[in-house]
C-alpha cells in the first residue's frame, strides 16, 4: 500500500518546488469532520467532529514529505469551487501563509489555490482574493476549538513568498530526519 506523506513525491509537473506541489487532501471544504493522516498506517482516521458550528472554508491536507514543527506534515488548504474528496492527489500553488499558534506552539498553513481550477488558478497572491475569504479562513480557525476549551491565536495572512520559505524548511526538516531512520511510519 502506497503511504501518502512518504510515497508522494511532493514535486508538481506544474512548476517547481516550493511554487508549485502536490497536496493530499484530508478534509473536502464543507466538512465539520476533522480527518487526519494516520502516520503509521497511511490511512485516514476520524480525529473529532468539530464541537463548535463552523466548517472548513477550504479543502484542507498537507504536502506530501514535509515534516512541520509539530512533528506532522505542513498544512496546506487549497482553495478551488469544489470539495475534494480525501486522499486526493491534487497540483496546488501557494499564494501565501497562515500562521497561528495552537497550544502554544507554531502552526502554519500554506494558503494555496488548486491548478487545476480555471477560477482559482488566476490568483497569484493572497492579496488578489476578495478579503472576505480570509476574514472567513481566520475566523473558523479562531473558532473551530473554541467550545473544546482550546486556546488559537491566528496571525495575518502573509504573502506567497513566506510560504515558500516554510514549505522549503519543512523540505528539509523531513529529508534530514528520514535520512536518520527518524520518520513514523517507515520501516
Not at 64 to 79: F, G, I, K, R
Not at 84 to 106: E, F, K, Q, W, Y
Request: aromatic residues 8%; contains cysteine.
Amino acid at each position: 500500500m502506497i503511504h501518502p506523506w512518504h510515497d508522494v513525491t511532493p514535486a508538481s509537473e506544474r512548476g517547481p518546488l516550493p511554487l508549485e506541489f502536490k497536496s493530499v487532501i484530508e478534509i473536502p471544504k464543507g466538512s465539520n469532520l476533522k480527518f487526519e493522516l494516520d502516520k503509521s498506517s497511511g490511512l485516514l482516521k476520524l480525529d473529532r467532529v468539530l464541537s463548535s458550528a463552523v466548517y472548513y472554508p477550504a479543502n484542507y491536507g498537507f504536502i506530501p514529505q514535509t515534516l512541520a514543527e509539530d512533528d506532522d506534515p505542513l498544512d496546506v488548504l487549497v482553495y478551488c469551487t469544489e470539495e475534494i474528496p480525501p486522499l486526493t492527489i491534487c497540483n496546488a500553488r501557494a499564494v501565501g501563509l497562515m500562521s497561528m499558534i495552537d497550544h502554544g506552539d507554531p502552526d502554519h498553513k500554506i494558503i494555496a489555490v488548486l491548478r487545476e481550477d480555471p477560477i482559482y488558478n488566476e490568483f497569484r497572491g493572497a492579496s488578489n482574493f476578495p478579503q472576505h475569504i480570509f476574514k472567513l479562513l481566520r475566523r473558523f480557525f479562531n473558532d473551530y476549538k473554541a467550545l473544546e476549551g482550546k486556546d488559537v491565536q491566528v496571525d495575518e495572512i502573509l504573502p506567497a513568498e513566506a510560504a515558500h520559505a516554510i514549505i522549503d524548511d519543512c523540505l528539509t526538516r523531513y529529508a534530514r530526519q528520514r535520512q536518520q531512520g527518524k520518520m513514523k511510519g517507515l520501516s
